[in-house]
């Protein structure tokens, strides 16, 4: 990114090469849209190329790019957009061991969809943290810079989320059986 801001803007298809696929999953997640995420997707880049001169190199790059994406996740949310229906995460499913039986891979297919509905089912503040730990996996002193929080609210955050997902999923469960 710093080459980019020093004008080589060749170096942007690197960057996009290396996060968009982390930057489409993590709006996804938060949205649960997958057109509306492509088209943030983008729109974050677009924002690091306009806002080249704000990153100094100071912090690490993903932390600003998580930066920029949950401000146009801000501004999409604001529009006002309408949700879309619920799109299942499907990439999930392709990454099952091959190894296992037709009967262990459709239990495992409605594990993950019980784990999508609860998952939607949080807060958007909740979602935000676990996305951004589980899936993302950025170390909670990165998420404490891309919030504006402590580490120990990280935690706190991420302690609290956790337990309310493991509640909403063993609630579906349950009343799915």
Not at 62 to 72: D, E, F, G, P, Q
């Amino acid at each position: 990114m710093l080459k980019v801001r020093a004008g080589d803007l060749d170096k942007m298809g690197l960057l996009f090469q290396r996060y968009h696929r982390p930057l489409y999953g993590f709006l996804f997640h938060m949205t649960q849209q997958r057109e509306a995420s492509e088209d943030m997707m983008q729109n974050v880049f677009y924002r690091m190329l306009r806002s080249r001169h704000t990153f100094t190199g100071q912090g690490e790059f993903r932390t600003w790019m998580y930066h920029l994406a949950r401000n146009v996740l801000k501004d999409h949310l604001k529009q006002g957009r309408r949700r879309g229906r619920h799109q299942e995460i499907t990439d999930y499913e392709d990454r099952l061991p091959a190894e296992l039986a037709a009967d262990e891979q459709i239990e495992r297919k409605l594990e993950i969809k019980a784990l999508e509905r609860a998952l939607g089912n949080l807060s958007p503040e909740s979602r935000e943290v676990l996305v951004l730990s589980r899936f993302q996996e950025l170390k909670y002193a990165e998420i404490a810079e891309v919030l504006e929080i402590t580490v120990g609210a990280v935690k706190v955050r991420v302690h609290r989320a956790m337990s309310q997902l493991k509640e909403m999923y063993c609630q579906s469960e349950t009343q799915n059986r």
